[in-house]
């Protein structure tokens, strides 16, 4: 019963997942204890950090056309390019297969909330289509704090027919396919602001759709061939805006995006993989009521880039990674980056080794440039490694990972504090990822997660984060367990808990202040009654636990649906 992409992640070492108190409003997710711009988010291998901050807001990203998530952690600007300094998450699309099928579903519950859902896949012929949509209506705990989104995703395409061409052989059609995909999503939500200024009428309306023409070609068994055309729009209104200093605001970000990359593979033991990037952002913001400063502020940021990569495996189970790119920007110019990982599986004990060291980059979004009015700002750059270990145990129904990771981040970009977005010095990251996955009996698995962080400024010119301090809402300890057992071949269970600790609360003008730990605990059933029907619910917080996960903007408390 995962229906936001953000719950998925909570389940990850590594990633840290926060929510500014209810559903719908800012959720941002933190890898490796690196900024949430950071983390390179792809939908269908199609960039998708959003508009002005450059980072990605989860509060609106449901699941009813995704397949599955990939996620890769670690410096990964080689291949993925900005924003992948921290790591990579990867969603992808539902592809239409078989007989098209139709799935309808609503709930309701807690907090006046209802919401409805529907997803559909198939295909007909060359056709293929997977599409989903989606409808959330809530109230929330606290006043000002509604919350409404409608959504929608889409991935169509289309492969010759060999019945028709005459000039193709099946396996060759399967080769080429022209698809496209859609994003659409609005979103309008109350913002109650913190619990210690609350605002009564604050208001922020978020439009946003994406369109990705693409091309997959296979014309050989050797040769692999995808090319993407994007283009995204998004807008954003504050209004009304109850900061007392910008006042109400409209906002609207462009973005044109083409990608192409090819797999070669001239022999059996090295793939080599190459391409090219190109990037246009329009972004603009009019804020009519501001005290000071001009009452339209703009961004034009061009980037274009080529990048190789060549994976060896020289013996058996033995893989090599090289690569390395050159990205260049019309404000700041040119940036190198480069990775090198390898893994060897040991047979025996069924034992997976594995390392890597590379670096990143995450340019100053369109916010940090126009806010202070500093195009001047360079680019965050990161030096980070791993190394690790997984294995499996009792004949493969156990499997366990071990990693130590740890990051050097280099220009690091903040505000002071003095209506000023600086360069503000270094940053350290290091700790350990660990999990489990267990399926002791049938029917019933076992998942746990723990991450041990340490984050801390190495040098720095803002104020109020000193050299040494710990970087604010990073948590030093994260813990996270679930199961989930199948009754009689058609009632499942699942129970899942999280506790968070040693967290700290960025204090504008003075030190850190600890804020409180917490942990929460959800459980959910389903219940099968034929093959085309079943009935489910879920409770949330089922202590009532009262937390924050950023201070000030309280959680929920016990929900039911």
Avoid at 138 to 145: C, D, V
């Amino acid at each position: 019963q995962i229906q936001r992409v953000s719950d998925a992640l909570r389940e990850v070492p590594g990633l840290s997942v926060v929510q500014t108190g209810s559903p719908g409003q800012l959720t941002s997710v933190f890898t490796r204890g690196l900024r949430s711009e950071h983390t390179q988010v792809l939908l269908d291998g199609i960039p998708i950090n959003q508009g002005l901050q450059g980072a990605f807001n989860f509060a609106d990203f449901t699941t009813e056309d995704i397949d599955r998530i990939e996620i890769v952690r670690g410096p990964q600007s080689t291949i993925y390019g900005p924003r992948a300094l921290a790591g990579v998450i990867q969603i992808f699309t539902k592809q239409g297969t078989g007989t098209p099928g139709v799935m309808l579903a609503a709930e309701g519950g807690s907090y006046d909330t209802f919401r409805e859902w529907s997803q559909s896949d198939g295909k007909i012929d060359g056709f293929d289509y997977s599409v989903g949509a989606s409808r959330l209506d809530t109230e929330n705990a606290r006043p000002n704090n509604n919350y409404r989104n409608t959504a929608a995703i889409a991935d169509v395409g289309w492969s010759p027919n060999p019945a028709l061409s005459g000039t193709r052989s099946a396996a060759a059609s399967e080769q080429f396919r022209i698809g496209s995909l859609f994003m659409y999503s609005v979103s309008d939500i109350g913002l109650p602001n913190t619990i210690f200024d609350p605002r009564p009428i604050d208001h922020f309306l978020t439009e946003r759709w994406l369109i990705g023409p693409h091309i997959d070609w296979k014309p050989a068994e050797w040769w692999d061939h995808k090319l993407i055309v994007a283009y995204d729009h998004e807008r954003q209104i504050n209004n009304p805006n109850e900061d007392g200093f910008v006042g109400a605001t409209r906002a609207v970000f462009e973005r044109t995006q083409v990608d192409y990359q090819n797999d070669l593979r001239p022999v059996t033991w090295l793939i080599l993989t190459s391409g090219f990037y190109y990037s246009r952002i329009n972004a603009g913001q009019e804020r009519p009521f501001v005290l000071f400063g001009p009452t339209f502020i703009s961004d034009h940021t061009d980037e274009t880039a080529g990048f190789v990569e060549a994976t060896l495996t020289p013996v058996e189970n033995l893989i090599f990674v090289a690569g390395g790119r050159f990205d260049h920007f019309n404000q700041f110019g040119g940036i190198w980056t480069y990775r090198f990982a390898g893994s060897y599986k040991i047979d025996k004990t069924n034992t997976i080794l594995h390392s890597s060291v590379g670096t990143g980059f995450s340019p100053p979004s369109s916010q940090d440039k126009i806010f202070g009015n500093n195009f001047g700002l360079k680019p965050e750059e990161d030096l980070g490694w791993d190394i690790g270990i997984r294995q499996q145990l009792w004949q493969h129904r156990v499997d366990v990972g071990l990693t130590y990771f740890h990051n050097d981040l280099s220009n690091v970009i903040g505000f002071n504090g003095l209506f000023d977005t600086l360069n503000l010095g270094s940053a350290e990251t290091q700790g350990l990822e660990a999990e489990l996955h267990a399926q002791p009996i049938p029917n019933f698995v076992l998942t746990a997660a723990y991450t041990y962080l340490e984050a801390e400024k190495t040098s720095s010119k803002d104020v109020s984060q000193l050299q040494g301090a710990r970087l604010p809402r990073r948590p030093r300890n994260e813990v996270y367990v679930s199961a989930s057992y199948l009754w009689w071949k058609r009632l499942r269970t699942v129970v899942e808990a999280k506790f968070v600790n040693a967290r700290e609360e960025l204090n504008f003008g003075g030190p850190n202040f600890d804020i409180e730990d917490y942990s929460f605990a959800n459980i959910a059933a389903e219940y099968e009654v034929n093959p085309h029907f079943s009935i489910f619910g879920r409770i949330d917080n089922i202590t009532n636990e009262h937390y924050s996960e950023v201070f000030g903007f309280p959680a929920l408390g016990r929900a039911a649906y």
